[in-house]
C-alpha cells in the first residue's frame, strides 16, 4: 500500500492529497438522520423500508457533501425490539492512514436501528 506525502488540513484540498476519514463528522451526520427520520416511532414492519431507504439515501448525500475523495458504503438495519438475540460483525481490509468507519445504533421502545459507514479514501 501507498501512502501520501503531505497531508494539508487548511484551504482547499489538492487532488493528491489524501486526508483521514473524519469518524465523528460521520458520526454526527448519520445520528442526526436516524433521529430526524425515526425519531421516537413505534417499530412498523410497512414503515421498515421507507425508513432504511431515507436513512440510507440521506447519510449518503450528506457524507459526499463532507468530502469528495471517498467512496462511502452505508448500512441500515431496522429491528424490531422483541427480546430475540442479533450478532454482526464485519472485517476490513484498508489504509489505517485515510480510511474509517463509524456505527451508530439508535433505541426506541419497541426498535433497534443500527447504521455503519465506512469511508474509503479515493
Known sequence: ????????????????????????????????????????????????????????VSSLKKLKEMNQNYKYVVTCLIMQKNGAGFYAGSSVYWDNLHDGSASHRHETKSLYAIVNVFGLSV
Not at 413505534?42 to 414503515?47: A, F, N, R, T
Request: no cysteine; charged share 25%.
Open 1 to 56: 500500500m501507498e501512502t501520501s506525502t503531505a497531508v494539508s488540513t487548511k484551504g482547499p484540498q489538492a487532488a493528491d492529497e489524501k486526508t483521514k476519514f473524519n469518524t465523528e463528522e460521520a458520526l454526527a451526520i448519520i445520528k442526526e438522520t436516524v433521529e430526524a427520520t425515526i425519531q421516537d416511532a413505534e417499530y412498523s414492519h410497512s414503515k421498515v423500508p421507507t425508513w432504511n431507504s431515507a436513512i440510507i
